[in-house]
């Protein structure tokens, strides 16, 4: 069973072919991407409308990329799997319509993934693919989560952010420091030359009791230190950003220190993750799951707890098409969707929706196609 996978949902293009046929674990035979970043980087953030016209230009030519990769022929495609949200509104538009034109004009089935499942399933490409059950830490620009995933569709929401995501904590530290979009890998690199003992910032919620995370006090805590370091060297030439002050070492310094503090938090809460549940086995997702520091934190803190930890490639950390591909297909293999074409995409023939705001936990339990 050959999926299609069209991942559209913020400044990334992405499409994938993965077969997903029988039992077998599924099988990445094409991808490619096209991250928007370049563009967006002259605005400091996504532009949501010059997004959506990027995603149009790009998708067919992804598509025909990866059909020549795997070597096959549109019609050798089953079915079309494309994000349907959550993400921006006119983003998604591009991959559904595309991915129902698509369906329609194959006469193939078409199926509509949450777009934060494909980060959770993510692991299931890799080499050292998990197994159920496991806890999901879900950590990426919009989210951040902790998951119980007993199967496909099987979701407990265990605790999440009330209100920045890790992601957007890296980021807007990122911005404070003058540091370009996106923010995460840049601060990550820059603190590769800083002490991360040199500024204390809070870890937020970390001994709540729960599994909630709060990252928004740390951009505050970030300001203000970034503001008394540049006070402190103010008689200097006036400058036009708030950090220009700042020597290149305070400025690594800062970085080490706010990731110091943020996967401080994500490693403990995990941690206590695995423990309050009791499974065995860790899986990281999202695109702060590249994060160097964090994977280095979480691997020790598991292997010490004897816990299996498991991540995607790193390639498939932040988004892209295999995992709509995937999440598709394993759905399809659970049961959860139908590939009868009487039901169409998403039992509503062919005409489509998005949805910019969805939670994960609207998704499960679902019932299996055919269960009464
Ligand atoms: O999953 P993703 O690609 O997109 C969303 O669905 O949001 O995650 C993007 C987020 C951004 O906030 C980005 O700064 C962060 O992941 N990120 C990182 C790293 N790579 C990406 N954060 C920290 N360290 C990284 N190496
Ligand atoms: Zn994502």
């Known amino acids: 069973m050959l999926i299609l996978g069209i991942e559209s949902s913020c400044d990334e293009t992405g499409v994938a072919l993965v077969d997903a046929s029988g039992g077998h674990t599924p099988r990445l035979l094409g991808d490619a991407l096209h991250s928007q970043i370049e563009m967006h980087r ?34 050798a495609v089953d079915a079309v799997a494309y994000t349907r949200g959550p993400g921006l509104a006119g983003a998604l538009l591009v991959g559904s319509g595309v991915a129902c034109a698509l369906g329609f004009a194959l006469g193939k089935p078409v199926i509509g993934v949450h777009h934060l499942e494909g980060h959770l399933l993510s692991p299931f490409l890799s080499a050292d693919p998990p197994e159920f059950p496991f806890v999901a830490l879900l950590v990426s620009g919009g989210h951040s989560q902790l998951m119980r995933v007993d199967g496909v569709g099987r979701y407990t929401l265990l605790g999440e952010t009330i209100d920045d995501a890790a992601g957007e ?102 941690m206590a993750a695995v423990r309050q549940t009791g499974l065995r086995r860790l899986v990281v997702a999202g695109g702060v799951g590249a994060n160097t520091l964090l994977r280095e934190q979480l691997g020790a803190a598991c292997a010490k707890a004897g816990i299996r930890v498991h991540y995607p490639e790193l390639h498939l950390c932040t988004d892209n098409g295999a995992m709509i591909a995937l999440a598709g297909g394993m759905r399809v293999q659970a049961g959860l969707v139908s590939l009868d074409l009487a039901a169409g995409a998403d039992g509503n023939g062919y005409s489509f929706d998005v949805k910019p705001r969805w939670p994960l936990s609207e998704l499960g339990p679902a019932v299996p196609v055919g269960a009464s």
Not at 44 to 51: H, N
Not at 65 to 72: D, F, N, R, S
Request: charged share 20%; glycine share 8%.
């Open 169 to 270: 904590a890296f980021d807007k530290s990122a911005k404070l420091l003058g540091l370009g979009y996106p923010g995460g890998p840049a601060l990550a690199r820059l603190a590769l030359q800083g002490d991360a003992q040199a500024y204390k910032f809070p870890r937020p919620l970390l001994h709540s009791g729960d599994l909630d995370f709060s990252f928004a006090g740390l951009k505050t805590a970030v300001l203000t230190q970034v503001k008394r370091l540049a006070h402190a060297s103010l008689d200097g030439p006036a400058t036009l950003h708030l950090a220009d002050p700042l020597t290149p070492q305070q400025k690594a310094d800062v970085a080490a220190s706010v990731q110091a503090a943020i996967v401080e938090v994500l490693v403990k809460k995990s």
């Open 42 to 75: 002259a605005y400091g953030g996504v532009v949501p409308e010059l997004a959506s016209r990027d995603h149009i230009r790009r998708v067919l030519p992804l598509t025909d990329a990866v059909l020549a990769q795997a070597g096959l022929p549109l019609s």
